[in-house]
């Protein structure tokens, strides 16, 4: 499901406790080795942090960026590998959880098959596309191709309506281009071209292994190319992305209609199994537009070209090793910088992790999620609950009335941690060993798609999870006003039983803070208790923290990221918020536990202020391509690790006493320049 505007917080680096299982030695606390010394704390602190940790993890062909979180999800890779492989050598009952996890991870590993099969899985599909007569044919293949995991033109979702949060409406929203994001259509830098002149090589190299001539070839490029380049140009910005208000439209099906009136929106949505939908929230109003104009005007074979590769390219990494390799070509040496594809055991897991999520979830949390585990957790929250009470609470700059709605949201935040509490059922998914892998692939997207369409017009349940156990990732969702923190990252080295409080509220206890902010960042904030997008703030206080805000904004853009590139403070401005709230939350909460204590004493020379600053810059300990760096800086909400460490801690203060950051250090602000939000 695709749910691009609820706003979840994508954070590769969090959280919980040893697991009884884990037989690995568990390093305690600050391990000096991961340092650099003889670097200068006040003048690269990431460098004096991490430095020894990126000299030991030189980066693989195979990674683009590899960082601590990395190293954790290479290990719940590891995990749910066993646990798949042990239940494909047991004898499945046919229709059995066990049956479909195994055959489809079987399905994804055997490549002499897939090899043997070439394009002949997906030829089918593309006869019937190439038979299309007329352009009213377009409304029911799309509404098959939508049900099939394809999403030409735009996206749409079932989800909570924004403004009545208890309800899950429809959602459409802009798309249609496949690199990704619209700038690499629209700049003409030297980078761009290169990018463009690249993904038209893999469109061509796609298309001739799917059996097309060369001149079919240049007309689907060219095609191609105009009808992406046209829906990038109009499509929203991603700044313009990150403003719910700005991307929330709810208008009735005949307002649709004539928006965007070559699609016949009423039979698609009755094909999908929407009959009832009256309204619904248009995203972004001039991109569905164009889809329009794109149908009337284009020729009927160049959006045949164009539906055609969509399928072709989505189909790209279930066939054989030509098409998959023609596709990491670009995806992964060109837009990344990588060397290698991933092992294809790893890729299998994905699939069948995304396929089988919870099935997969519920037998790795019976292995190695012991619920004392869930406990600590819920602990540890609590005690940043009520640091951010605290914080909020001493504000100068905000008044009375919008803090106590603050305090009313803070204390309503559903909190979920390791697994849900109710499975999904998979009883209706079908998996094959006789099918082809791509045939598999089709039915699991048949599957999830009639799930979602399920939850039109249904009350929202907000015990559903967004992420499954073993993923190691963590979230805030301002439309159920949720933080959860999957199994799969509450381990080891991001929360370590054995190490002292100080390094586990410098880790984990900043990304709880950090989960927490995002209730009331730039986005975030506009979200009151309920999930409902309403402004709950007095102009006031909003024109305060907007001003505040700016200051985060302004000091981002300044950064440099790789020769003449800065980084993005607008694109990147809720994550530094949560960072920096994260930290001062964080930093508090651990103060709480010292009252009417005597000082911890130092460990291996470091004081417990120290040990707090250092657990949380090895949260982003990382190597990372040039490449890399310009890909996410082009598309992440996040900024890079290095400057979620050398960013956010110059406008901490207690980071300053920690380390003795006088004037003369280069990561110096002076106390004026520091942010203050939260």
């Known amino acids: 499901m695709k749910k691009n505007f609820i706003y979840l917080t994508v954070v590769f680096t969090m959280i919980l406790s040893a697991c009884s299982e884990n037989k690995q030695q568990v390093v305690k606390g600050i391990d000096p080795a991961n340092m650099d010394t003889t670097a200068i704390a006040g003048n690269d602190f990431y460098q ?11 980066l693989k062909p ?33 229709g059995s959880l066990g049956q479909k996890i195994g055959d489809l991870y079987a399905s994804a590993l055997d490549s002499a098959r897939l090899n043997s099969e070439g394009a002949t899985p997906i030829l089918p599909y593309l006869k019937k596309l190439n038979a299309i007569a007329d352009k009213t044919e377009i409304t029911n293949t799309l509404a098959q191709m939508f049900r099939d995991g394809t999403s030409p033109f ?53 298309f001739a292994l799917a059996g097309y001539n060369p001149e079919e070839i240049q007309k689907a ?4 190319m105009k009808i992406e380049t046209q829906l990038a140009q109009i499509a929203f910005p991603r700044e ?29 949505f009755n094909t999908i199994g929407l009959k009832d939908i009256n309204e619904l929230n248009v995203g972004q109003l001039q991109p569905i537009a164009e889809v329009s104009k794109i149908i009337q005007e284009y020729p009927i074979e160049d959006i045949k070209y164009y539906l055609c590769w969509n399928v072709i390219s989505n189909a790209s990494s279930f066939l054989s090793d030509d098409f998959s390799d023609a596709s990491f070509e670009f995806y992964g040496k060109t837009l990344s910088g990588k060397e290698e594809q991933r092992e294809r055991w790893k890729r299998a897991i994905d699939i069948v992790d995304a396929c089988l999520g919870e099935a997969v979830g519920q037998i790795y949390v019976e ?35 919008t803090k106590q709605k603050a305090q009313e949201k803070l204390s309503t935040f559903h909190v979920k941690i390791g697994y849900p509490d109710k499975w999904r059922d998979y009883s209706g998914l079908t998996i094959n060993k006789e099918n082809s892998y791509w045939d598999n692939i089709i039915s699991s997207n048949n599957f999830d798609y009639d799930y979602m369409i399920s939850k039109f017009n249904q009350p929202v349940d907000k015990n559903e999870w967004l992420m499954t156990p073993q993923t190691v990732n963590a979230y805030y969702n301002p439309v159920t006003n949720e933080i959860c923190f999957p199994a799969a990252i509450l381990q080891p080295p991001f929360f370590n039983i054995n190490a002292d409080d100080a390094v586990n509220y410098g880790a984990i206890g900043v990304v709880i803070g950090h989960e927490m902010t995002h209730g009331f960042d730039d986005q975030g904030r506009q979200f009151d208790k309920n999930g409902n997008l309403t402004d709950w703030w007095t102009p006031e206080d909003a024109e305060q923290f907007k001003e505040r805000a700016q200051v985060l904004v302004d000091y981002f853009d300044n950064i440099v990221v790789l020769d003449t590139v800065h980084a993005n403070g607008r694109y990147t401005l809720g994550e530094n918020i949560a960072d920096q709230g994260g930290l001062q939350v964080s930093w ?91």
């Open 62 to 94: 195979e990674h683009a960026r590899f960082g601590a979180f990395d190293e954790l999800r290479e290990k719940s890779h590891e995990q749910v590998r066993g646990l798949v492989e042990e239940l494909g050598k047991k004898m499945n009952k046919q």
């Open 154 to 206: 735009f996206g749409h979702f079932v989800y909570a309506d924004d403004k009545n949060s208890s309800i899950n409406i429809l959602h459409i929203n802009q798309g249609g281009y496949r690199m990704g994001d619209r700038d690499y259509y629209l700049l003409d830098d030297e980078t761009s071209l290169n990018i463009r002149t690249k993904y038209v090589e893999l469109i061509e190299k796609l």
């Open 367 to 401: 292995k190695y999620f012991p619920p004392s585990s869930k406990e600590k957790m819920l602990d540890l929250v609590k005690n940043l609950q009520i640091a951010l009470g605290e914080r909020i609470n001493m504000l100068e700059w905000m008044s009375g009335e």
């Open 240 to 268: 313009a992305l990150r403003d719910p208000m700005a991307n929330y439209h709810k208008i009735s099906l005949d307002e649709l209609i004539t928006l965007s009136p070559a699609i016949e929106w009423k039979a698609l």
């Open 48 to 58: 004096y942090a991490t430095g020894g940790w990126q000299v030991m993890h030189p």
């Open 588 to 678: 508090q909460a651990y103060q709480n536990t010292l009252k009417a204590k005597n000082a911890p004493d130092p460990i291996d020379g470091y004081t417990d202020a120290q040990r707090f600053f250092l657990a949380y810059a090895t949260v982003w300990a990382g190597n990372i391509r040039d490449a890399e760096i310009l890909r996410l800086t082009k598309m992440d909400t996040h900024a890079l690790g290095k400057w979620r460490v050398n960013g956010a801690l110059p406008q901490i203060d207690a980071w300053y006493d920690a380390f003795n950051v006088k004037p003369e250090n280069t990561l110096y602000l002076s106390k004026e320049k520091r942010v203050a939000i939260w």
């Open 221 to 224: 490029s060219d095609a191609i």
